[in-house]
Structures are given as structure tokens and as C-alpha cells.
């Protein structure tokens, strides 16, 4: 039930806007309107990631308040907890899948948007991975509630796969958001 690591991805995305500023500030006024509408592009997908991020938050909140339910056995809020999370999660989702089709619609063709691309799959697969998790974490509580371990352990085993899936997608996004770091150096 960790998730940790994706609340700082809102944060590496900010930082990616600040340094993306600055990089504009860096151009003279001969450069070219590709360059410019690129870096536009970059902004204003970054500016619709910070908005879904706040969906991310609240499900990470929700997720984590069925947590805290599960250890003292209060399988209701478990549930409950738990539907609202996926909301959430749904929601966030639907957000990233959204920008990456407006990326995809600009029909840029540039290293920064292919990778923009790639971590915006990431974010899909790691959102999309929890709140499959939550549906798991439902049952489990479910079948806890009702005396029924067996299910609810296995359940509980289909989470934690879910969760397994979500970390590796972390650990991809993290990498890819290294390489576009990089790339952004590049074009100083």
C-alpha cells in the first residue's frame, strides 16, 4: 500500500515548468516560431498536469484513509474510502489521457514531446494500476467483513500485484523524467 513516490511527481513537473521558463527566457528573439510553439505546447500541457495532479492527491488521500481503516479492522471505510479513491484515480486518469491526445493532436514531432508522451503513459499505468488496486482492496474488505479470509487474502494478493505493477511504473517515469531533464540541458 505504498505509493509514496508518486506524490513528488506533481512536484518534479513543476520543477520541469521553472526550468522550462527559464529556458525560454534564454532564447533571443531570433529564434524560430517552431522552437516557440514547441515550448508553448510544453507549457500549456504542464499547466493542464499540475491541474489533474490535484485528483492525484486526493485519491492518494483517500487510499491512505483505507489504509488507516483496514489496520483497525473498519472494513466499511475500508470500501468506502475506497470508491471515493478511485474517483479520484479515475478522474486523474482520464486527465493524463487527455493531454497526452492533445500532445499527440499538435502533431509535433520532437524529442521533449516524445518523451512528455512516454511519461504521461507511465502516469496512465501507474494511476490506472491503483485504482485497480482499490477495487481489490474493496473485495478484500468485503470478504474480510463477512469472515471470509481465504478471499480476502487473495484479494488482498491481487492488490499488492497492482501495487508491484504501479512501482515499475514509477521507476520508468522517473527514468524518462531524467532523459527529458537531460534533453532540456541540451537545448540551453
Same mark, same amino acid.
Given at each position: 500500500m505504498k505509493s509514496k513516490q508518486k506524490k513528488i511527481m506533481p512536484i518534479l513537473f513543476r520543477m520541469s515548468v521553472l526550468v522550462m521558463l527559464f529556458?525560454?527566457?534564454?532564447?533571443s528573439l531570433g529564434d524560430s516560431s517552431k #522552437?516557440? @510553439?514547441?515550448?508553448?505546447?510544453?507549457?500549456?500541457?504542464?499547466?493542464?498536469?499540475n491541474k489533474v495532479s490535484v485528483d492525484g492527491l486526493m485519491a492518494?488521500?483517500?487510499?491512505?484513509?483505507?489504509?488507516?481503516?483496514?489496520?483497525?479492522?473498519?472494513?466499511n471505510s475500508v470500501e468506502s474510502n475506497c470508491r471515493i479513491a478511485r474517483e479520484y484515480y479515475f478522474k486523474e486518469s482520464q486527465g493524463y489521457k487527455r493531454i497526452k491526445a492533445e500532445l499527440k493532436a499538435t502533431g509535433i514531432e520532437d524529442k521533449l514531446i516524445i518523451l512528455y508522451?512516454?511519461?504521461?503513459?507511465?502516469?496512465? #499505468?501507474? @494511476?490506472?494500476n491503483m485504482f485497480e488496486a482499490c477495487e481489490h482492496f474493496e473485495s478484500a474488505a468485503r470478504y474480510y467483513d463477512i469472515g471470509n479470509y481465504d478471499m480476502g487474502a487473495g484479494e488482498i494478493d491481487m492488490m499488492n500485484e497492482k501495487i508491484r505493477n504501479h512501482d515499475k511504473a514509477v521507476?520508468?517515469?522517473?527514468?524518462?523524467?531524467?532523459?527529458?531533464?537531460?534533453e532540456l540541458e541540451l537545448r540551453k
Open positions: 529556458f525560454i527566457l534564454g532564447f #522552437e516557440n @510553439t514547441l515550448l508553448k505546447t510544453i507549457l500549456i500541457s504542464d499547466a493542464a498536469l492518494e488521500q483517500y487510499y491512505a484513509e483505507s489504509g488507516f481503516a483496514y489496520e483497525v479492522g473498519d472494513y508522451i512516454e511519461m504521461l503513459e507511465d502516469l496512465i #499505468e501507474l @494511476t490506472d521507476e520508468r517515469y522517473n527514468n524518462l523524467l531524467a532523459e527529458y531533464k537531460v
